[in-house]
């Protein structure tokens, strides 16, 4: 399915427009780090767009591993998305409450694992929405099931064992996009595990970075090819983005499809699964 909009971001003037069409459907995706006591489902169910599901990544993820949120199979995602009233002929704007650098960049990376292009971020997430003065409600959404087709592009995933191939072959360039005290392991990371620091020959472009509004908007185009180059990024070449547990390094890759390097996989595991297996390299 070929997306209708080459911008993998939407505006809140373009959701607002859009809103009561009847092929569009609204995916709050919030999602708290590790030691946050907040509850995303109870923030959700007492303030979200108007219609919006709430899309859980803890819940809509692989459960046979004890790797934080990874992807699920094509039937347990196919089953779940169908619940939300999510499927074949819909157009999907996601959202989550910092911008879209969260969990919805996540949730737009895999739908489109899964086969399904009409998707987007809401760029500036819930702050922005609420900021220009546009509702929000607490009643649930009404869901009608949906049947969901999912037709699985393994090229958008990379697992550890592609992950240190590329690093050996140089066949992709691996873009941490983690800050750059972690990256060189000078600080702890949010989940723990094993080891600090970062892959032998990975490059550090904090997503960070290509957040540039007050409400955590991407930069544009120009901007998103200067920072990446800047960080040795070539675009010309093929990129593989990994970051602490497979969420951020989906922002840079929604970046790189913002300017038009589809190129690009997602390290699932991320730092997660690499800094806890003592058969894979480590340098600080």
């Known amino acids: 399915m070929a997306s209708s909009r080459p911008d993998p971001l939407v505006t809140p003037q373009w959701l607002a427009d859009t809103l009561s069409a009847p092929d569009l459907r609204v995916v709050d995706a919030r999602h708290f780090m590790p030691g946050d006591p907040r509850d995303p489902a109870e923030e959700y169910a007492r303030e979200h767009i108007p219609g919006a599901v709430f899309f859980d990544i803890d819940r809509i993820a692989e459960p046979d591993t004890a790797l934080p949120h990874m992807l699920p199979d094509p039937v347990l995602f196919s089953a779940r998305v169908r ?10 704007v996601v959202y989550d409450h910092v911008g879209g650098a969260c969990a919805a960049a996540r949730v737009w990376w895999m739908f489109r694992v899964f086969g399904h292009r009409d998707v987007w971020v809401l760029d500036g997430g819930l702050p922005k929405w609420i900021a220009e003065g546009r509702p929000v409600d607490d ?28 690093l050996e072959r140089g066949s992709a360039q691996v873009v941490d996009v983690r800050g750059a005290e972690r990256f060189r392991g000078e600080a702890e990371e949010p989940r723990p595990v094993a080891r600090t620091g970062h892959m032998p020959g990975a490059l550090n472009a904090p997503f960070a970075a290509l957040q540039t ?22 675009l010309s070449r093929p990129v593989v983005t990994s970051c602490g547990s497979g969420v951020t390094a989906c922002y840079t890759a929604l970046a ?14 991320s730092w997660a699964e690499w800094g806890d297996r003592s058969d894979l390299p480590v340098t600080r």
């Open 83 to 92: 619940e939300l009233g999510l499927g074949d002929g819909n157009r999907i």
């Open 139 to 166: 009643r649930p959404a009404r869901v009608t099931r949906r049947h969901f087709t999912a037709r699985v592009d393994w090229s958008q995933v990379a697992r550890a064992e592609d992950v240190a191939r590329h």
């Open 213 to 234: 509004g007050a409400h955590g908007e991407m930069a544009d185009a120009a901007a998103i090819r200067a920072i990446l180059t800047d960080a040795g990024v070539d």
């Open 256 to 269: 790189l499809h913002r300017i038009g390097h589809p190129d690009v996989a997602v390290y699932d595991g």
